[in-house]
């Protein structure tokens, strides 16, 4: 930032060159909320935390209360608030030097967004660079088992034509679903109008028609989740 409170290039209407970040942190062992979501059905959304002297105090929402309660690694979380569908926790413990999102907010970035699946801890950053992405990763190392940046969208186009880029993790999708996708693509099936029909694509994958569409959708869903994230 630069003097009065306007971005450092000196105009609060200059277009920023800053990128959005989706980071997947696998192997994040002493994270309670990362522990409790590798037995909850489906993410454990909104997790919060804030920090009072030696204490961090943090806030998250569950849809499978029981999968909190059985969690091992979990410090006791008290139930706070019932929201019918998802229930809010809320949990104390001694501020830890090696948690992952305190070790990025120490490089002065805010995490936008924060949630667990499946034992992975995903965070939705704001960065100024892509070099403040490699001071993260960098940092994580010896925290985390592997960083994982799963999509990386660029700012709003700059007035050059240029429109926003994404970068699609395709380690999301199974082996399958990647064979489906490739031998779709290659077939004609996405071509308009098309070269080769769902029945005609399932055959050379020796899948029912059903089997087809089931994994093609999958895909398509992880995949759109990522280009469309924040959108």
Not at 38 to 62: L, M, N, Q, S, Y
Request: aromatic share 4%; net charge negative; with cysteine.
């Amino acid at each position: 930032m630069g003097t009065g409170g306007k971005p450092a290039d000196g105009g609060a209407g200059a277009t920023p060159d800053g990128v959005r970040a989706g980071v997947a942190i696998h192997g994040t062992g002493n994270c309670p909320v990362v522990a409790a979501s590798t037995a909850h059905e489906g993410p454990i959304t909104g997790v919060t935390w804030t920090h009072a002297g030696d204490t961090h105090t943090e806030e998250f929402r569950a849809r499978d209360p029981d999968a909190v309660d059985g969690a091992e690694g979990v410090p006791e979380p008290a139930s706070v608030v019932d929201l019918g569908d998802e229930r809010v926790y809320r949990y104390e413990r001694p501020r830890d030097g090696a948690c992952a999102c305190r070790i990025i907010e120490e490089l002065d970035c805010p995490i936008a967004d924060a949630r667990a699946e499946d034992g992975v801890l995903l965070l939705t950053l704001h960065l100024p660079d892509l070099e403040r992405l490699r001071d993260i990763v960098s940092a994580l190392d010896g925290t985390a088992e592997r960083v994982e940046v799963r999509y990386l969208v660029e700012g709003a186009a700059r007035g050059d034509g240029a429109s926003d880029r994404t970068l699609v993790d395709r380690g999301r999708l199974t082996d399958r679903q990647c064979e489906v996708l490739r031998t779709a693509y290659r077939m004609g099936y996405f071509e308009r109008p098309r070269d080769a029909n769902a029945s005609e694509v399932a055959g050379a994958l020796d899948i029912s028609p059903s089997t087809f569409a089931e994994h093609l959708a999958t895909a398509q869903r992880k995949l759109l989740e990522e280009t469309l994230a924040g959108n």
